[in-house]
């Protein structure tokens, strides 16, 4: 089974920039995508940002909120993603999911958190204005 296991969450001021990392390991040689979610206080679960990585290698996708100000990209072994976060502010409080999927293609179009097969636990973020 992929294991997935995220880290650099933390607290920062409104303005300032974290990096998360995602690593997997066991089989992880199936994945085909992966992505970060974010769970805000009374927000709904939001789909961030995601990347292929393998078949259409690269292509990415940001949600409109994130736009600009996050980056998600790939080592070249394809078990790592992260994710820079700039210009952040209090709205991007929460906690931040790497998810894992190996039984779909994904590109430059968003994937539900239902269709991805792995999730991390989580890493909590705070900005404080």
């Known amino acids: 089974q992929v294991q997935l296991v995220e880290s650099g969450g933390g607290s920062v001021q409104a303005g300032g920039s974290l990096r998360l990392s995602c690593e997997a390991s066991g089989y992880s040689e199936r994945i085909l995508c992966m992505g970060w979610f974010r769970q805000s206080p009374g927000k709904e679960r939001e789909g961030i940002t995601g990347?292929?990585?393998?078949?259409?290698?690269?292509?990415?996708f940001y949600a409109d909120s994130v736009k600009g100000r996050f980056t998600i990209s790939a080592d070249s072994a394809k078990n790592r993603v992260y994710l820079q976060m700039n210009s952040l502010t209090p709205e991007d409080t929460g906690t931040y999911y790497c998810?894992?999927?190996?039984?779909?293609?994904?590109?430059?179009?968003?994937?539900?958190?239902?269709?991805?097969?792995?999730w991390g636990q989580g890493t909590q973020v705070t900005v404080s204005s």
């Open positions: 998810a894992a999927g190996d039984t779909l293609f994904c590109g430059n179009i968003a994937v539900p958190w239902s269709e991805y097969n792995y």
């Open positions: 990347i292929s990585v393998r078949g259409n290698d690269g292509g990415t």
